[in-house]
């Protein structure tokens, strides 16, 4: 028989309403901390899930390192599937892939999944605008390859016969040590601003490419009452068990950053459309074999409705919405982690 086990962060939501559930469900998890878990992994057969590791640094920079760091601990833990008789939620492998952006779009792109499409690489802001020149698009998304909650993320709009721009972003310069003025920080706010000012705004691209980006088409977002919005579904095992929208005024929805939330069912989609949808989501999980749960980020494009696929978090079954409500989420994790451990018949 299994033991059940979450490798995670001591008092988290997500720590918390998994353990939650799982007392609902009658199973007992083990629970190891990041700071220590090699000091305590148990032997014998296991069922593990992995929950990300928190970072409190805002330091921009430094984000590449954290996650390199983080890799090398899953690399780790896949290690483990012969040596301890590991089996795992989401497999260290697909979790690392669905680290890397550009990787993950690119084995969507591989199996015919619509995704939000990128325009090719940029090292400063000169070649990004020569690019969008090429191309005849004017308004883009800059995203760090690492990286999560709109850390970095950017979004670019330029009028090319006017010389106009303005850059949606919660990154920002920051002084430097002791507050000095050189060298400036790059640093994630976590509050969002609007730069119009051309010089600033081509300073804080160079930078952001900096951190190494993938550049998407920006696409105009289907609308609810004023506000446009995209969606965030969570889909476990072949099935939608959560799908919010997340509504914003502005081209960056991340909730975090005073948008706004609302069921999915409460936009009036035709069924067709929130079908296509659920398929498109089903089928991208079926490019990460080993990956059982997953938080997808879908645009419906403006007028047709059609799905793609923004982006993809192996780790994305946090939500607010979830958990206050009937935690539907981590009750259908403890069932599977249940149902992993259950005992089975030998022959």
Known sequence: MRQAVLLGNPDTKRTHYLGRAAREAGLHVLFLDWGRWREGFPEGEIFLKIDPPVWDSCLLGQLPGLVRGYREQLEELEGMKKSHKVEFLNDPGAIGMLLDKQACKARLAAGGIAVTEELGAAGDAGQLLEMMQEQRIFQVFLKPVCGSGAAGVAAFRWHPKSGKMVLYTCAWEAPGKNGTEAPRVLVNTKRLRRITDSGQVLSLVGRILELGCIVEQWYAKAEYQG??????????????????????????????????????????LPQAA??????????????????????????????????????????GDLIYQDIYGENVIYRRQAEMMAAACAPCRRE
């Open 274 to 315: 929130v079908e296509e949808a659920e398929r498109l989501c089903r089928n991208a999980m079926g490019c990460f074999p080993g990956l059982r749960s997953a938080g997808i980020d879908v645009l419906l494009e403006r007028g047709s409705l059609k799905p793609r696929v923004i982006e993809m978090n192996a780790q």
């Open 227 to 268: 506000y446009s919005y995209d969606l965030r579904a969570v889909v476990q095992d072949g099935r939608m068990d959560f799908c919010l929208a997340r509504l914003s005024r502005g081209p960056i929805t991340n909730l975090h950053l005073n948008n706004h939330p609302l069921e999915q069912k409460e936009l009036g």
